[in-house]
């Protein structure tokens, strides 16, 4: 497994993104450690042809999914957002109702989303998301009885050895065959009753999550224990405000990124389009205060301004209002203008 590129910002991306493709390649580092992942459950066979069979289309959908994909990258502050917001989307928002910004996308995140892992239910750190929102997912016996589309999201972990793994991102690095990195030099850590000595930085994929097209985020898909239903419902909300954020005039700007001339030559011998070399960089604009627009006089008088918490809106809109758009509405000031603002501790008013 050659070591990956150093992703420092959006020129960055293209590089990465043709790593991860090279690591997916049949008999390559993640496309082996996909066949020794399959641990079985509802539409996941546990062993034999079947497996293979499983781990070869998983593996697929990720090479088809950075090769047909649109490049972005998320300023630090986007993730702020991010983090802040994503865990009240509405229970009832379904992947049909979402701004997407493309049918596939690789996004790297300028600081990591916090999330948590689907087996101990501890902390994980998500530093890039790959999405494609035509997955043909198969039928699962006793659930659904055909096949379904859905929007599958797929997560990775940029590994600095250097500065320590914890014990989730040691174990993901074992099972990605990122240990192949091994060098005398780096520093040591341990699994189960062997040591590796690892330097540098690399990426690990930390599994995928599906979301059938027409389902509502908080319908389970099968029976799971509470620390996967937990992880999955992350998935979907992540997903749901990104796709949101990326899309909502007023909070966020696009600039596009123009990667240099050999690294747009690798991109098109490894055959993807010219026009996907390009990264989009989703930046939050420069935050103030500003009154309610909608506030109307009251007729009772308030001693002060406050700030009214950011939320989300299925807000309808369409034919005769049949349909819905997720939208965020950002923080405001409420109040009258000549009296003095009472805030907590820290505010972030998002807004334009």
Known sequence: MTASPVVQGPRDVPELRLWLDEQWKPGRAYAAAAHQLMLGGPGVPASGVAAARQADNYAAWERRSLANGTLWWAAPEMVDLLNAAFASIPDDVTPAELPVPSPCGLIVFG???VGHDARSGGELLVDGLVWNVATSLPPIPGYSDRPRVGLSVSSYRCLDYSAGLSGNELHFALATGAIDNARPDGVAVSGGSVSYSLHGQTWAPLGRSDWPIHEPLDRKPWPLTDAQWASMLEDRRFVAALFTLLAQEGLASRTLERPERPVVRRT????IDRALADVRVVRLRRPHVEGDPEAEPSGREWSHRWVVDGHWRLQPCGPGRS??????IAPYVKGPAD?????????????R
């Open 323 to 328: 349909e819905r758009r997720l939208t965020y």
């Open 268 to 271: 098109q011998r490894a055959g």
């Open 339 to 351: 009296k003095p603002l009472k805030t907590p501790t820290r505010v972030n008013a998002w807004v």
């Open 111 to 113: 600081a990591p989303l």
